[in-house]
């Protein structure tokens, strides 16, 4: 599975943006996506998943500013952030897992970079 994650770009503290992760196969619509992101001189770090079942979880810091979401008819994982503040500058990744009974298989689209400007 090959993902290919883009929407992000620059925008003013307050505002949105929606990233996209797409899986370039159907089977992408079983695996578990997550969102991770990494800062300047950080650490990656998980902003928000989603299983194949559609159960959400995320980060403290963008709980009810981010929501995400899956489309399986275009095998693609959105994640729509509110708020926007300078803190959420980073590149942001999406990264997809699937466990069988003997491996846990994992792929991860290239970064999109998310900048907020105060």
């Known amino acids: 599975v090959q993902l290919q994650a883009s929407g992000g770009g620059l925008v003013q503290a307050g505002g949105s943006l929606r990233l996209s992760c797409v899986g370039s196969h159907r089977v992408f619509n079983v695996y578990g996506v997550q969102w991770y992101r990494q800062a300047p001189g950080k650490e990656r770090e998980f902003v928000a998943g989603?299983?194949?079942?559609?159960?959400?979880n995320y980060i403290d810091s963008v709980k009810g500013r981010f929501t995400i979401s899956r489309d399986i008819a275009k095998t693609t994982v959105y994640l729509q952030m509110s708020s926007l503040g300078p803190e959420d500058t980073a590149v942001y990744y999406c990264n997809a897992q699937y466990k069988t009974p003997r491996d846990l298989l994992t792929y991860w689209g290239q970064g999109t970079q998310v900048t907020v400007s105060s």
């Open positions: 989603i299983t194949s079942g559609g159960a959400t």
